[in-house]
């Protein structure tokens, strides 16, 4: 009973409807903007609860005339009422396979949906008519409305404007009544506003509906965030440029708009939304999104700072070394990347394996100056598997001085994870959203007692899926950097030296877990970085677990994308 209080009537203070509406809010109704066209304010009323109620009129779509779309008004309430609000269905609910009935009743067929209304075509009438009505997903028109056949027997008529359409099982909310026709099939056949077309007219609409790809106060915040926004160049073209194309959308009506679209084009890649969100950034430079981020988007770290440079490592310098197959030869290309997105990209140059270092060190000479000003940024290696464990912090990141790249936090990566197709790459998106979702890294001690065999451990890794950071007491078997890197292990820390034996490398190994242990995953490159620069002044003759250190840290969503050279 209590369930379909939402329900409203639109009319006159004498308590005569004229059209229908349902509660979104304590406060809000909708309705159609033709059934309160002219209008500042109007009446409404909930049968058999409450007679008429002040309301103010707010159009919020695109409607003028008959046949215009944006067919939506928003009433606000001048006191909030303690009806039950009406239950709202994912905006994709009508194009998902249409679902079996339940047990006893007629079964969905062709994709046909059942669905109830009501509304209130005689205003002498002070109680509302349900009938029930079909739709489907062929019966779409113009990308707006979805059209309605009434069962035998029922008719939308007017005053059933503004009335919701909803789901009898589910009991959710599906869409709003705007059309009918009354002349060639007398009230046969009308249409309906899904909330897909709805919520493009009032973005509040998305507070509201069960979206899953950001939780409800980060969107909500967002939203507000970015209502009025407005970038310099067209929507359309950044986003392309950032996420890549999203079929069918042609344009955005807002920036709220693109931020859902991105969302929601690419559900199982959020990393596309934190792109998204890092460009609008640096186009829309008076709204705080670089604090929202930090809050509420843990998937992108890109952050600035009251001066407008960069924080929490945002910015790096990417050095890709492939290996070519003759010639034992490498190709070495070197990225920036930088607010979430890629910057700059070098010219892939093919050296033999002596040369690799130079040319690394060649091309971080002139990517440096995009970093310079920076409050921080890194150094990235994403090399093959045999490279992981090279002293890359002891090159130099300018030579003519010596100054080591140790200076700057330095990481290595599996380049295979560079690859998008790579299943290494997808299994580290996986432990990589559980590591994010945490927030705190919890290092797994790996002692040398460990079982060696790649199987065996291997096995283990796939068994416990929570494992995101692996710290080694000494440098690890090869059998299981590939166990680790198959299972898509994001973070590792190990030093180069032999494993001591006894209670030195124990102790070691407990250091170092206990070093990294609590930190945000986003700040382990600059706790191993002073782990490095501690081992530098501690006494030659102590183990020190900065000492030699390698951080592999991996974060599937810096993907630089690939030179034509190595996509061919």
Known sequence: MHDWQWRAWVGEASGEPRASAFLITPTTLLTCAHAVNGRSGTWVGFPGLTGPLPAKVVPCGDWQRAGDEGDVAVLELSSPVTFTRAR??????????????????????????????????????PYERHITVTTGPSMMQRQEWWQLKAEPGDQILEGYSGAAVYDPYTREVVGMITDSDLRGTDGAVGRMLPLAAIRRYWEELDDHLPLTWLTPPARRSLRRLLTGAATAAPLAELVAEAAGPIPGRP???????????????????????ARWIAVLRRHLPDRDLAGWSRTHLPTLRAGTTEDGTSEDGTASVI?????????????????????????????TVRVPERSVRQAAETGLAKARGAMVGRTDWMIEFAVPESWLGKPFEEWYVEREHQLPMGMYPVVVR??????????????????????????????????????RAKSAFQN???????????????RPAKAWVTAALNTGIPVMAWPRTRCAGGCTGRHQLDDLADALAGRHPDHLPARVMELRKQALVAPAHEPHCGRELTLLWDDPSRLPDPPLAMEV
């Open 460 to 474: 283990w890794l796939m068994a416990n899926t929570d494992v995101c950071v692996l710290v080694y007491g000494a």
């Open 88 to 125: 709202l269905a994912a905006p994709d609910i009508l194009t998902r396979p249409a679902p079996q009935a339940p047990h006893g009743t007629t079964p969905y067929g062709g994709g046909q949906r059942v669905l109830g209304t009501y509304g209130f075509p005689n205003p002498r009438e």
């Open 251 to 273: 344009r955005f009506r807002s920036v709220w708009d693109s931020v859902r679209s991105v969302a929601e084009g690419w559900p199982d890649d959020p990393d596309r939304l």
């Open 319 to 347: 050095v890709r070394l492939e290996r070519v197959t003759h010639d034992n030869a490498y190709d070495v290309t070197v990225h920036t990347w930088i607010d979430g997105a890629e910057g700059a990209r070098q010219e």
């Open 414 to 451: 599996d380049v295979e994870r560079l690859r998008p197709d790579s299943i290494r790459r997808d299994q580290a998106h996986r432990r990589w959203r559980v590591l994010r979702e945490r927030g705190s890294s919890e290092p797994e001690r790996v002692d040398c007692g460990r079982p």
